[in-house]
């Protein structure tokens, strides 16, 4: 079942547009429609309870009152990093929350690639409310993941540093839409999708 955004909801995406469509004179900036997927663990009930989670998804129909602006990118926190040179592995930092499936507070840090090749790192918080879920945050200069079991010689950690939008802020308006609204009265909801739109902005 889809569930729709609440009046605060709505009036929050007209935040995010107005906030981030100023002329460039004043501000820059832009917003990025989402389409993701987040695993929960442990599943989210009716209960309070805390919690960790994952996350990635697509940023598409990007736009931005900046020149040469990408227009699409991918958006992950908490997941597993390849290096395609080494096979090595590193760990994003896992965001962690409290809460239930009525109500939550979460952190974390996302990492988001560009289509034009940089990235953004951006350190965030939201808040759910049933279906709605709004998202704030910072894009800071960089994150360190730390590699899982290095081999002798291996690097032990990598940075992934951040190349565009730096100083700028995060202002989000997502829907929390899990796929068995039921599963919050049982074994709880492991998944989720998370759609939206996300903004990055300036004064």
Sequence with gaps: MRKSFSAAS???L??????FAAPASAQSGGGCQLQGTAAFNPGLTNA???????FGGDLTGCQSNQAGAPT????????VVTDPATGEQFQEPVPTGTGSCASSTT?????VRWNDGTATVVQYATTGAAAAVHLTGNVIDSVTLPAINPGVGQPTSMTITTTRYNGQSALGVLAFQPPD????NAAGV???GISGVIGLGSQ
């Excluded at 952190?107 to 990492?111: E, F, L």
């Design 181 to 184: 609204p039921t599963a919050c």
């Design 107 to 111: 952190t974390g840090t996302a990492i």
């Design 190 to 192: 492991t998944t989720a």
């Design 72 to 79: 699409a990118g991918t958006v992950e926190a908490g997941k």
């Design 48 to 54: 309070d309870a805390n919690f960790s989670y994952g």
């Design 10 to 12: 709505v009036a929050a």
């Design 14 to 19: 007209v935040l995010v547009l107005v906030a």
